[in-house]
């Protein structure tokens, strides 16, 4: 019954440093997403992938690359991570009718 | 103008008393609507679907108004465990992409 699995929880890079987040589902949804939640903005959708293959940029792509590797997983990279990406990321997976599953997030920080 | 708009709060409540929540959206091409519950540093969850008919989950009363464009969530009989911080969803479907927009939530603290 894991539902949305996201990797790591939390993470700490340097400026100008590379990682990604690893984010898998088991529920057998097409759609997923990656958003940002900052204080005081609430949640922005930085990718998007409607089924396996496709990918859409969202609000605030920018910084931000996607890999939709299967139906199941959905990853997230930061090329070169900036203090300004520092934030809680959530990973979400749904069908078209119903809500969304988040994952428990990533904490990054960015220094 | 944001898209979904909701008053940020914080709502100090007595447990037992009721509270009710407010929430505009600007889409009028806006589809399905929520509300998500989110715990401090935790993830949302869906707390209740938003009809047109208006609905009821046991203490909770979602009402949809699509002339004002506006959704409500009413909390009777408030709980201590019923404090977090409340987003107003809204779902416009552009093609294929389901994707949702959240407010920036209602933060309720329900105290003894």
């Known amino acids: 019954n894991a539902g949305v699995t996201q990797t790591p929880k939390f993470q700490v890079l340097k400026t100008g440093q590379s990682m990604t987040l690893q984010c898998a589902q088991d529920m057998n949804h097409n759609s997923m997403y990656w958003y940002r939640q900052d204080p005081g903005m609430g949640l922005r959708l930085i990718y998007y992938s409607a089924s396996e293959g496709t990918t859409d940029k969202g609000e605030v792509p920018n910084g931000y690359n996607v890999s939709r590797l299967n139906k199941r997983e959905f990853s997230l990279r930061l090329e070169s991570a900036a203090p300004s990406q520092t934030s809680v990321y959530f990973c979400?997976?749904?069908?078209?009718?119903?809500?969304?599953?988040f994952g428990s997030g990533t904490r990054l920080t960015v220094v | 103008r944001k898209e979904v708009e909701q008053d940020p709060g914080p709502f100090n409540v007595p447990e037992g008393a009721t509270v009710a929540f407010n929430c505009t959206y600007s889409n009028s091409a806006s589809q399905s609507f929520f509300w998500y519950r989110q715990d401090c540093r935790k993830e949302p969850k869906l707390l209740m679907s938003v009809y047109s008919s208006g609905n009821e989950d046991g203490r909770f009363t979602a009402q949809l108004n699509r002339a004002s464009q506006y959704i409500s969530l009413l909390i009777r009989d408030s709980k201590l465990s019923d404090s977090a911080t409340y987003l107003c969803v809204v779902r416009v479907l552009p093609g294929t992409a389901s994707k949702l927009t959240f407010g920036t939530g209602t933060r309720l603290q329900v105290t003894l």
């Open positions: 979400a997976s749904s069908t078209e009718i119903y809500g969304y599953t």
